[in-house]
């Protein structure tokens, strides 16, 4: 899907440069995959405590 967008050259290119990547594309693709996975990992991370663990889990007996 084409889109037209006014990216900040200067952090396009510094992004592209630190990711080592060749392509404009490739480095929004990448950073847009960083983000959404940070992003899924903080509200993994928000999650932390709010859970009762199960009395009944024998983490052995999985060895």
Not at 22 to 43: G, P, S
């Amino acid at each position: 899907m084409p889109t037209n967008l006014s990216i900040d050259d200067k952090l396009l290119n510094l992004a592209q440069r630190i990711g080592n990547l060749k392509t404009k594309k490739d480095t929004v693709n990448q950073a847009l995959k960083e983000f959404i996975e940070k992003r899924k990992q903080k509200e993994i991370i928000d999650l932390f405590g709010k859970f009762d663990p199960d009395p009944d889990y024998d983490y052995k007996k999985g060895r």
